[in-house]
């Protein structure tokens, strides 16, 4: 594919909020600004979205660090790498090489590589899932679709059971990932199962658990949850220690999913090395880009570990490079792949046609060039800085 004139960065906010706010273990999320990132070339536009949440997460930087970053050195250093390329927009593919190692850097570069990508895409005309190498008859037939579930304000076993089955009677997901912490777990989970003994269940616990500690939060009574054939148990300790991890999964028969602690694709490997996980929740914008989670999960595939795309409470246009991402071989679990109109206020989903090819618990990649189609203003929102590039710029 010829080289790509890059003309102009623009960077856009719009300050989104959750229909409800989703109580975890770590924290509560009901804010959700978003920033997207959009690169205009000789030949057209690409757009990039950020996955920052509001607040982070354990691991996570905030949103404004991440805008922040974004402003002052983002743009900047693709148009650096464009003018040393005599104005050529560098390859997505080198993206993540033009920034750091830290959380905040990651983000950035998900963020620029997935404007890139799609600029790539559209000039080229051929659709994300096909670049990652997605199969073709996997992109025909769809991905599965997970929810994800928080704790009830009222903490009530018949709440979480009620929200979880207008979901499973609409026949709108593949999977429901529980989030839970110590002294909510096994009683919520308990009744799930006895409500529906077919549906996939994941538990969350964001790393709210420590082994062998005294009290509720002991790691080990999570064997309780042993009989109730989840899917996994995620995250339940703190993500730093591989070593602790690898000696709960070896205690427990609930198969063990890292979140948090697979934070680079460093991180992945030496999980997987330890023997720390028996699934993965792998977030491209964590990782550093959609082209580094594709490594993970071959990598993860090679190992014999399971995968499941994670989410971000994206938008419908982020949303879709993750469905696109979840059809490559080792995903073996449903992603987080629900409509964003479901979670995000304002015309954000499928309903508004921002995430094409929902349909009931499965979603098509988006057949169309490029990442999806472009956000529109409403979602988008307003742009907050402009650099131009190439002559005069």
């Known amino acids: 594919m010829a080289a790509l004139a890059l003309r102009l960065v623009e960077l856009y906010r719009a300050d989104l909020r959750l229909r409800s706010p989703v109580v975890t273990a770590a924290g509560v999320h009901d804010l959700r600004p978003v920033a997207f990132v959009r690169v205009v070339t000789d030949t057209g536009e690409g757009w990039g979205e950020c996955a920052a949440l509001a607040g982070g997460t354990s691991v996570d930087p905030p949103f404004a660090s991440v805008l922040s970053a974004l402003e002052d050195a983002g743009a900047a250093r693709l148009i650096a790498a464009a003018s040393a390329r005599e104005g050529a927009l560098p390859a997505a593919s080198q993206v993540a090489a033009l920034f750091g190692s830290s959380p905040v850097a990651h983000v950035v570069a998900a963020t620029i590589e997935m404007a890139v990508l799609d600029a790539e895409l559209r000039s080229s005309e051929v659709p994300l899932w096909e670049r990652l190498g997605?199969?073709?008859?996997?992109?025909?037939?769809?991905?599965?679709?997970?929810?994800?579930?928080?704790?009830?304000?009222?903490?009530?076993?018949?709440?979480?059971?009620?929200?979880?089955?207008?979901?499973?009677?609409?026949?709108?997901?593949?999977?429901?990932?529980?989030?839970?912490?110590?002294?909510?777990?096994?009683?919520?989970?308990?009744?799930?199962?006895?409500?529906?003994?077919?549906?996939?269940?994941?538990?969350?616990?964001?790393?709210?658990?420590?082994?062998?500690?005294?009290?509720?939060?002991?790691?080990?009574?999570?064997?309780?949850?042993?009989?109730?054939?989840?899917?996994?148990?995620?995250?339940?300790?703190?993500?730093?220690?591989?070593?602790?991890?690898?000696?709960?999964?070896?205690?427990?028969?609930?198969?063990?999913?890292?979140?948090?602690?697979?934070?680079?694709?460093?991180?992945?490997?030496d999980?997987?090395?330890?023997?720390?996980?028996?699934?993965?929740?792998?977030?491209?914008?964590?990782?550093?880009?959609?082209?580094?989670?594709?490594?993970?999960?071959?990598?993860?595939?090679?190992?014999?570990?399971?995968?499941?795309?994670?989410?971000?409470?994206?938008?419908?246009?982020?949303?879709?490079?993750?469905?696109?991402?979840?059809?490559?071989?080792?995903?073996?679990?449903?992603?987080?792949?629900?409509?964003?109109?479901?979670?995000?206020?304002?015309?954000?989903?499928?309903?508004?046609?921002?995430?094409p090819g929902l349909e009931g618990a499965v979603v098509r990649p988006y057949g169309g060039p490029g990442v999806a189609p472009a956000p529109t203003p409403a979602v988008a929102g307003v742009p907050v800085r402009r650099w131009l590039a190439g002559p005069g710029g």
């Open 134 to 269: 997605v199969d073709g008859a996997v992109a025909r037939a769809g991905v599965r679709v997970g929810h994800l579930v928080g704790i009830p304000g009222d903490r009530r076993a018949e709440t979480l059971v009620e929200r979880v089955g207008v979901l499973v009677r609409a026949g709108a997901t593949a999977r429901v990932r529980v989030k839970i912490e110590p002294g909510w777990d096994v009683e919520p989970l308990r009744a799930l199962r006895t409500a529906f003994p077919e549906l996939a269940l994941q538990a969350d616990a964001n790393g709210s658990y420590r082994l062998d500690a005294p009290g509720p939060d002991d790691a080990t009574r999570l064997s309780a949850l042993d009989g109730l054939s989840l899917d996994c148990v995620e995250q339940p300790l703190q993500p730093g220690d591989l070593a602790a991890l690898a000696q709960l999964a070896a205690r427990l028969e609930t198969p063990l999913a890292l979140d948090e602690s697979l934070s680079s694709l460093r991180r992945v490997r």
């Open 271 to 355: 999980a997987l090395r330890y023997g720390a996980c028996d699934v993965a929740c792998l977030k491209p914008a964590r990782l550093g880009g959609l082209l580094r989670a594709r490594a993970a999960v071959a990598a993860c595939r090679e190992a014999g570990v399971g995968a499941f795309v994670g989410g971000f409470f994206e938008t419908g246009f982020a949303r879709s490079a993750d469905a696109a991402l979840a059809g490559l071989p080792g995903f073996t679990l449903a992603g987080d792949l629900s409509d964003p109109g479901e979670y995000l206020e304002g015309p954000v989903g499928a309903s508004s046609g921002a995430y």
